[in-house]
Structures are given as C-alpha cells and as structure tokens.
C-alpha cells in the first residue's frame, strides 16, 4: 500500500533564512510526487511534482523539491522564506503501477516564517 | 478565473438533512475526483470520475455518500441523513488524462460543511 509521512507536523524558520518541509513516501513501485500548499480556508494549490528525470524539480513561488529515490523522500526546499510563505504543506504520491488515479496525501506541515 | 470552482463554499445544516455540492472542473478536463478533509488532516480521497464514468470509490464513500457527472462536465455530491460526522471540508478537483500520462489534480476551494 502506499503512504506519505510528514514527520513535522510544525516548521519554524525565520524569514530569510532556508527553509525545509520534509517528506517520506513508500509506494511499491515508483512513484509520481507532489507538493501543494494550502492557505486558511482555501483549496489545495499545486507547487511542484516529480514524475521522471531530475531529481531537483524546481516549482511556483521559488519553491524547489528534490527526490530521493534510496531514502524514498522528496523534502521541498526554498533558499530564502518570505513571511508570505506561512501555509499548511502537503506532500502527496501516486504509485505509477496502480490501475487508478488515486493521490494519496500526507498529514501536512504548517510552516510558520517568523518576521 | 478558468479554475476549478466550487458551490456552496459554506453550508450549515441540521442532522438528518440532505445536502448537495457541485463541483465546476477546468474545462478541458477529462478527470474530476471528490476528497474530503478534516482539520489537521491532509485530503482523503473519495471517487473519482473520468468523463461521465465513476471509476472507483473509496471505503470512506458510505451509502449515504452519492456522486455524478451527467454529462462528463460539473459533478454533485450529495449526502443523505446527514450526521455529525460528516462535518469537514469537502475538495473537488480535475485534471487531464491523455495518453496514459498522469497529470496534475488541480484543486477547488472547497465546501466546507458544518453538520449542527
């Protein structure tokens, strides 16, 4: 079965400063994955994926995310947090064998960018 | 705004009551899947659909539980009797199937449904 962990359940950072959401994933084949950033009382807006290629895949708003293939986790990164960037994370992955389209969601990371 | 867009946004309602969403997907979108979310966790996936079809439905869709997409484009939710514990935030979303290729599931704001 596949599943998503996001071991954190609150990231603090001060604005400017790097900033790391972490995510772990295990699925039985390889994986399609995804950020998307959620703000209060809104729907999920896609940030980046991962479907095949480099491991560094670069999304919206600065954000960047990189796979892992041997420790199955796709951590999304971004050199300099902005204030803006304070949101709900959600890492999510689709297993590519399945029959169905069928994204499955982690927890979710509140990032809080400290001014 | 060619989004996925969502109606109601809020809904209020008392126990045993039926409601019905509605979902508008991205035009050109083949594939449209309903989640639902409760607060402090990430969306739980419901059904989806691809056009017209319903395609598969998850153990969480009880019978009460109730989706269609007539005509392959906008598609209701509704639930019957409802209970408290259907209180959540309830996601549309689409993409475009071609191919074979997955892409990506773009996101409504929701309905957020209180069950008083």
């Known amino acids: 079965a596949q599943s998503v962990a996001q071991p954190e359940d609150q990231v603090n950072v001060a604005e400017g400063n790097p900033l790391t959401v972490k995510c772990t994933y295990s699925v039985s084949g390889n994986p399609y994955l995804f950020w998307y950033v959620q703000y209060p009382n809104r729907g999920l807006q896609f940030l980046l994926k991962y479907i095949t290629g480099d491991n560094l895949v670069k999304g919206s708003y600065g954000f960047e995310a990189e796979f892992n293939k041997s420790q199955t986790s796709f951590h999304l990164k971004k050199p300099s947090a902005l204030v803006s960037d304070s949101a709900l994370y959600f890492c999510?992955?689709?297993?590519?064998?399945?029959?169905?389209?069928?994204?499955?969601f982690g927890p979710g990371t509140s990032l809080s960018v400290i001014p | 705004d060619t989004g996925v867009s969502q109606d109601p946004r809020h809904k209020i309602t008392k126990r045993g009551q039926n409601v019905t969403f509605r979902c508008d997907p991205i035009s050109e979108h083949n594939r449209l899947y309903w989640y639902r979310q409760t607060l402090g966790q990430g969306p739980e996936f419901l059904t989806y659909?691809?056009?017209?079809?319903?395609?598969?439905k998850s153990r969480l869709l009880s019978d009460r539980f109730s989706a269609e997409r007539p005509k392959g484009s906008f598609s209701t939710l509704e639930i019957q009797r409802t209970e408290q514990g259907d209180s959540a935030m309830y996601l549309c979303a689409s993409s475009l199937e071609a191919l074979g290729l997955q892409e990506t599931q773009y996101f409504g704001p929701g309905t957020r449904l209180l069950v008083l």
């Open positions: 999510a992955v689709r297993d590519k064998k399945t029959s169905y389209d069928k994204v499955i």
């Open positions: 659909f691809q056009n017209e079809a319903q395609l598969e």
